[in-house]
């Protein structure tokens, strides 16, 4: 795997999934079919980029004939009560999965940013958007989006 750079700050998801596949990033963002640029407003005082969302990748991931399957750390159910039951997902069986597939992670880097990069099972080491390699433990896991060849 190679580190590629994220053409601008809300594109950490689509670089990452371009490392991954050993492909441009930019063309995976032609073939989503917008930059992620547009200004959402979600408040009087407050707006973001729309950025990217995961099932844009897994629509890239199936027509390259590969899965891509989310295994989230952290869980909650809401019922209709108003009741939300939470539970966590053991670290350790995330790594588990990590040692067989590259994939993507999503969580927090060490500064508690929200954050997209790439993990390559061959080398075990993450490959981060801005140019950085460094050990799994760096980051700090939420999703693991585990990614393979679609055999049929």
């Not at 053409?7 to 689509?14: F, I, K, Q, T």
């Not at 009741?83 to 966590?88: H, Q």
């Not at 939420?142 to 060849?149: A, G, K, N, S, V």
Request: hydrophobic residues 40%; aromatic residues 10%; proline residues 3%.
């Amino acid at each position: 795997m190679r580190i590629l750079l994220q053409p601008n700050s809300w594109s950490c998801l689509p670089t990452a999934l371009a490392m991954v596949l050993d492909e441009p990033v930019e063309e995976l963002i032609k073939e989503i079919g917008h930059n992620g640029s547009e200004d959402i407003e979600f408040s009087l005082r407050a707006k973001t980029k729309k950025g990217f969302h995961i099932q844009e990748l897994t629509k890239i991931c199936y027509r390259r004939r590969k899965a891509l399957i989310q295994f989230d750390r952290y869980v909650n159910i809401h019922h209709n009560e108003g009741v939300t039951i939470s539970f966590s997902d053991d670290i350790e069986y995330i790594y588990v999965l990590m040692q067989d597939s590259k994939g993507i992670i999503l969580g927090q880097t060490k500064n508690s940013k929200d954050h997209a990069v790439a993990w390559d099972n061959i080398t075990q080491a993450i490959y981060d958007p801005n140019g950085t390699k460094y050990a799994k433990g760096f980051f700090a896991i939420e999703t693991f989006l585990l990614i393979r060849d679609l055999s049929c």
